[in-house]
T-cell receptor, first 112, second 114 residues
Framework: QKEVEQDPGPLSVPEGAIVSLNCTYS??????FMWYRQYSRKGPELLMY????GNKEDGRFTAQVDKSSKYISLFIRDSQPSDSATYLC????????????FGSGTRLSIRP | DGGITQSPKYLFRKEGQNVTLSCEQN?????MYWYRQDPGQGLRLIYY???????QKGDIAEGYSVSREKKESFPLTVTSAQKNPTAFYLC?????????????FGPGTRLTVL
């Protein structure tokens, strides 16, 4: 079983829809959670960074962490064609020996 | 204009050849990383370096080698011992060598073995 599971998609939604992207994980030591956006043939860029459980909002993006369920989500409101990309979740335990574990990514397409 | 650059963008290698991928950063970051990305898989850590003249193996170091002679540079050599080298290679850096520190990625190099 992978430490981090992410549905690869592809996910296709119409412009303006609310998008929900999710990851599950198995390691209860993970405390720091990230979402990266990766456009085709480009490197990933950090979108959201959260610590422990709770919600964090930044513009049209909301990151949600539920540590009791080992489940994290990224919501995109008023989705735009420019949001079409692959979204990678990532997480780490935060200790000096920790590494960042990445999900495999969900490919998202926003239809105009 | 700060950032991470990788070259070349595309690289083709014949069987049995060694190739070197370049990664340079001008962000004054201490830590640098090399990842490999394959379809349907998350980024997998090949090597990382927390400081100049020091580097550590990641999860899939076999068939790869690195050097860190300068803070700004962290080249990756894909040797002929790497059995399945065709992949997208990503270099990243972070200000501090700690997993909680944000990693910034370069644009990647796509390596294809002919």
């Amino acid at each position: 079983q992978k430490e981090v599971e992410q549905d690869p998609g592809p996910l296709s939604v119409p412009e303006g829809a609310i998008v929900s992207l999710n990851c599950t994980y198995s390691n209860s030591a993970f405390q720091y959670f990230m979402w990266y956006r990766q456009y085709s043939r480009k490197g990933p860029e950090l979108l959201m960074y959260t610590y422990s459980s709770g919600n964090k909002e930044d513009g049209r993006f909301t990151a949600q962490v539920d540590k009791s369920s080992k489940y994290i989500s990224l919501f995109i409101r008023d989705s735009q064609p420019s949001d079409s990309a692959t979204y990678l979740c990532a997480m780490t335990g935060g200790s000096s020996a920790s590494k960042i574990i990445f999900g495999s990514g969900t490919r998202l397409s926003i239809r105009p | 204009d700060g950032g991470i650059t990788q070259s070349p963008k595309y690289l083709f290698r014949k069987e049995g050849q060694n190739v070197t991928l370049s990664c340079e950063q001008n962000l004054n970051h201490d830590a640098m990383y090399w990842y490999r990305q394959d379809p349907g898989q998350g980024l997998r850590l090949i090597y990382y370096s927390q400081i100049v003249n020091d580097f550590q193996k990641g999860d899939i170091a076999e068939g790869y080698s690195v050097s860190r002679e300068k803070k700004e540079s962290f080249p990756l050599t894909v040797t002929s011992a790497q059995k399945n080298p065709t992949a997208f290679y990503l270099c990243a850096s972070s200000y501090q060598p700690h997993s909680t520190d944000t990693q910034y990625f370069g644009p990647g190099t796509r390596l294809t073995v002919l």
